[in-house]
């Protein structure tokens, strides 16, 4: 099947270039599925303390019924990367394959596709590729230590985000200790809340998702409707 929007998706040959042409040393692979919302863009700076880069890939190949489409995925992505992140340390473009939600196996598969295209680092969040709850929130992390070394790409460990009403801000257990505390001052920041949120089901927080990122999405479809 040819991809409505393949001319996003880019070589790895041209990625690896691209991050010599930048002398970027070292370089994060990003996996998602979901238009950018504040939890992933926590991720993302985080990520930019410890490399010199980001290559942000969008999973746009075959995604169950409700998911988002690849246009509303690279339009509000192109708006994030334009309006708010270092432009030089961002490199983008899309992946067509078919999305698996096998968790902790599809985390390392993930993985192997971004050294492929020259990052020496690959991010795995909370329930990496997992889908209803399915897997455990931190099986991914355990499965790729398990086989890290025979990886050749260092996993950077990601805590869930959620956003914290008495901090003020998007944050992990690492830092803020109230979700345990006084759990009704926090909440988690996730693509399932998002989609509802621009499916009109609940009110669009800024503390989710950013009024920019919704506005570029004004006359895009935004969710899958059948199955590609």
């Known amino acids: 099947i040819v991809h409505p929007l393949s001319k996003y998706e880019v070589y790895p040959e041209i990625i690896k270039a691209d991050i010599k042409r930048r002398n970027l040393k070292t370089i994060a692979g990003f996996q998602t599925r979901n238009v950018p919302h504040r939890a992933h863009e926590y991720l993302q700076r985080l990520a930019l303390e410890k490399v010199d880069g980001l290559f942000i890939q969008p999973l746009i190949g075959r995604k169950k019924i409700g998911d988002?489409?690849?246009?509303?995925?690279?339009?509000?992505?192109?708006?994030?990367?334009?309006?708010?992140?270092?432009?030089?340390?961002?490199?983008l473009g899309a992946l067509t394959t078919s999305m698996r939600y096998a968790g902790p196996r599809e985390a390392v598969f993930h993985a192997?596709?971004?050294?492929?295209?020259?990052?020496?680092?690959?991010?795995?969040?909370?329930?990496?590729?997992?889908?209803?709850?399915?897997?455990?929130?931190?099986?991914?992390h355990k499965l790729c230590k398990k086989i890290e070394s025979e990886l050749d790409i260092k996993i950077i460990y990601m805590r869930g985000p959620f956003y914290c009403n008495k901090c003020g801000q998007v944050v992990t257990d690492r830092v803020c200790n109230h979700e345990k505390d006084k759990p009704k001052s926090t909440f988690e920041i996730s693509g399932t809340k998002i989609r509802a949120m621009l499916k009109g089901k609940e009110a669009v927080s800024e503390k989710y998702i950013r009024p920019e990122i919704v506005n570029s999405l004004s006359g895009v479809k935004i969710f899958i409707e059948e199955e590609i």
């Open 112 to 140: 192997l596709i971004r050294k492929n295209y020259g990052c020496t680092h690959f991010i795995v969040g909370r329930d990496h590729a997992g889908v209803a709850g399915y897997y455990g929130k931190y099986d991914a």
């Open 68 to 91: 988002f489409t690849p246009e509303a995925i690279m339009k509000s992505y192109q708006t994030l990367i334009n309006d708010f992140l270092p432009q030089r340390k961002i490199l």
